[in-house]
């Protein structure tokens, strides 16, 4: 599999097409940090790094800033990317096209969430998605893991949750990359993908958020990304 790795510049979860026009086709409901609120201006400042251009340095923690609050405001951000880009091409993504869940023939997912299904199951790739996408929005949503008022902390296991996040978001990438990279080329977003995919990978390896073995069905791409900016 040979991806293209043209970049686009960063501006946070907004997609503007070659057109000019607006992509804002979403797989679920975008998340949104309070106006106002701490994490608000942090995914500011988030944003404005970004516009840089320089991708190493954007996701490093600010200065005096909290690290799990830095996680936090960056893992909203990515589910939104990722949100937005899944839903360009979910009509290509279907329980025909994509029977199993999977990134090339080597990788493939079963799902479990520990609460709902604990025992593992092989699903089509838009179930397992659907499955993983409302779990994340869960935990986004709950406010003792995921405190967006000041002065709430962080719970204990925040960032072992975050870690899982992260992990089953790479696996959205993942499968796009490997099944349906052909339609995003066609769709002119191969540039917002590699960018966005970009900074998630820059992000994790900043904070050693995903075990390298989970990485490994785009180890190659990854290469590929990284290896300027060493």
């Excluded at 097409?17 to 940090?33: C, L, V």
């Excluded at 500011?44 to 609050?69: F, I, Q, W, Y």
């Excluded at 990279?181 to 050693?208: C, G, M, R, Y």
Aim: proline share 6%; charged share 25%.
């Amino acid at each position: 599999m040979i991806f293209s790795i043209g970049l686009r510049p960063m501006e946070g979860a907004t997609d503007v097409n070659d057109s000019g026009s607006r992509s804002s086709k979403t797989f679920k409901p975008k998340k949104n940090i309070p106006e106002g609120s701490h994490q608000y201006e942090l995914l500011k400042h988030a944003e404005a790094t970004l516009g840089s251009g320089n991708l190493r340095m954007a996701v490093m923690l600010p200065e005096g800033e909290d690290l799990n609050e830095w996680v936090a405001v960056n893992t909203v951000d990515f589910f939104n990317q990722i949100n937005m880009l899944y839903g360009t091409i979910t009509d290509f993504c279907t329980e025909e096209s994509c029977p199993v869940m999977s990134a090339g023939p080597k990788y493939e997912y079963h799902w479990a969430d520990g609460t709902n299904i604990k025992k593992p199951i092989k699903c089509s790739a838009p179930k397992y998605i659907d499955y993983l996408m409302t779990w994340v929005q869960d935990q986004l949503d709950d406010e003792t893991l995921f405190p967006s008022k000041i002065g709430v902390p962080f719970p204990k296991n925040f960032m072992s949750v975050a870690k899982t996040i992260l992990k089953r978001l790479f696996r959205v990438y993942a499968h796009i990359y490997h099944q349906h990279f052909d339609p995003v080329i066609q769709l002119q977003e191969e540039a917002h993908l590699n960018t966005s995919f970009k900074h998630f990978i820059f992000f994790v390896q900043e904070f050693n958020l995903i075990d390298r073995r989970e990485l490994a069905p785009l180890q190659e791409l990854i290469e590929k990304l990284t290896s300027k900016d060493r």
